[in-house]
């Protein structure tokens, strides 16, 4: 039996590495490190869980970051379940994609781990 899929979208890092995490709560792991390429892979592999960051962009002019544009493919994907990270300083940001997306789960940064893994575990 195939374990479900969590696709890693990780633009900035800066954080730790979880994808030991990911894999102890149940997951087969897939790190892209550019959202473009972050979007095929979510059309072409529907994943089960997307974990990614809120990057507060100002220069673009009708979204707040690509995060925005990746919500616009997984709102195909009924089933699919979003955790994203983002830094306190973003989050009036952040609160205008709240207003109109859905997330499983938001952690400010510094990620609490063990309620990470936690919440991750929950959906597999």
Do not use: C, W
């Amino acid at each position: 039996m195939s374990r479900p899929l969590l696709l890693s979208v990780i633009e900035m890092g800066g954080y730790p590495d979880f994808t030991p995490l990911y894999r102890r709560a149940g997951y087969d792991v897939l790190v892209e490190t550019r959202m473009r390429k972050a979007m095929g892979t979510i059309r072409k592999k529907q994943p089960a869980v997307i974990v990614a960051e809120f990057n507060f962009q100002s220069d673009f002019r009708d979204r707040t970051s690509s995060l925005e544009s990746m919500m616009s493919v997984v709102e195909r994907l009924p089933d699919t379940k979003v955790i994203v990270f983002y830094e306190q300083e973003y989050s009036h940001q952040f609160e205008r994609l709240l207003a109109v997306h859905r997330f499983y789960r938001t952690f400010t940064f510094p990620i609490p781990e063990q309620v990470l893994e936690d919440s991750i575990q929950l959906l597999a």
